[in-house]
């Protein structure tokens, strides 16, 4: 059985395996190295994976093991760092040899999380039995869970000599040396690593640090049907379909942009700015209605953004729903935005849309303050003032000055 250690697609996984491969082992034999070709779909990457060390090692000391890993929090952090179960020595003395007290207290100090004194105790087992290769599998977690990359690394290095196809090995290498800005050996162990499992399972975290190292490259165009399958294959993930987004925006595949923001934002929730990168491709391709969702979902967050209120009014007065365009249009008024054309319309909102003579009249009287030279709407003036006359001496009459109050 494979646990993989971590939740986020992002980041890095490390992973540890069972049965006949997690059995110790003893002294190491030289490399027999390996040429291994990896394609992806059309794309060859055969050159980019260098040859890896494959060694089959002889037992000294069988010792029987229980490996079990927990979900981790972070994908570069290993814990637990040891197994549940106890070492068992086959053929023990009477007294437990001095190594193996030594790794069950590392072991012990890993689950409690005291890191650093597990390194030492780890280390000290290693002095006395340098070539067991789980013993410094574990003691590789440690220094990742730790951020100490340089020694983790110098781990891997041997452990990937002594078990080149042990896919756990692979991607923690991937992940440190994509850590370290070292691209080539990343794509190298990726790429290896998807080749060895294709459709096992961690093969999308594989083919993820692959596309992760290839855009570091800068290489995007590469990149993108690894991403594309890998969307078909894992199915829906925001990150990817951000990326994905961004990806096929920046190469011009617009109607493919439009696809995958879409998805992004129907089915999470979003940071403000991607919505507003979301809008804007949807509106390049005229789908306004599918924008105007947009712009209504960002004013929610972000209500003092005029941008969108002044989209939003124009929206809704070309689709004929004039009231709809008025708290929009109030808010353009309140901060000094197009004030010769939006006093005018409120003023006409009021009167023709809504039946508010006295809100009616209020705008425009303020447009013709403002605009003197403006429209002439001193008929209208006249007209409201009557009508509010005379709906004040009908209360009057009928004794309804009280609704005045």
Known sequence: MILKKGCSFLQPFFIERNGDDARLRGCMSKPNPNKRRCEFGAI??????????????????????????????????????????????????????????????ARGLAKAQRYNEAIKKYQAVLKLKPHI????????KLYIAVGDFEHASILLDSLLEADGNRIEYLISAGEIALRSNN????????????????????????????IKSLKAQGKDRVALPLMEQLY????????????????????GAIDKSFYYYTELVKKYRVDPGILIEAAEVFESINKIDASAELWKRYLENEPGY???????????????????????????????IDLQQNLLSVAKIYLFSVGRADKALYYFEQYRKEFPAGEDVSGEIANLQLILANDLLSIIENNGVWLLW
């Open 44 to 105: 060859d990457l055969s050159g980019l994976f260098a040859p890896l060390g494959h060694n089959r090692f002889t037992g000294c000391i069988i010792l029987l093991y229980s490996l079990f890993f927990l979900s981790l929090v972070s994908p570069l952090q290993a814990a637990p760092l040891a197994p549940d179960k106890d070492i068992t020595v086959v053929n023990k003395q009477a007294e437990e040899p001095l190594w193996k007290q030594r790794w069950d207290t």
């Open 133 to 140: 290769e789980e013993v410094t599998w574990e003691l590789c």
């Open 183 to 210: 691209t080539e050996h990343a794509v190298e162990h990726f790429g290896q690593a998807f080749e060895l499992d294709p459709g096992g399972t961690y093969a999308d975290e594989a083919l993820w640090g692959l």
């Open 232 to 251: 078909q294959r894992r199915g829906v993930n925001p990150e990817l379909l951000l990326d994905l987004a961004r990806l096929t925006r920046g190469m």
């Open 306 to 336: 005029l941008p969108f209120h002044r989209k939003l009014a124009a929206y809704y007065l070309e689709r004929g729903e004039p009231t709809k365009s008025l708290p929009h249009l109030l808010v353009l008024i309140d901060n000094g």
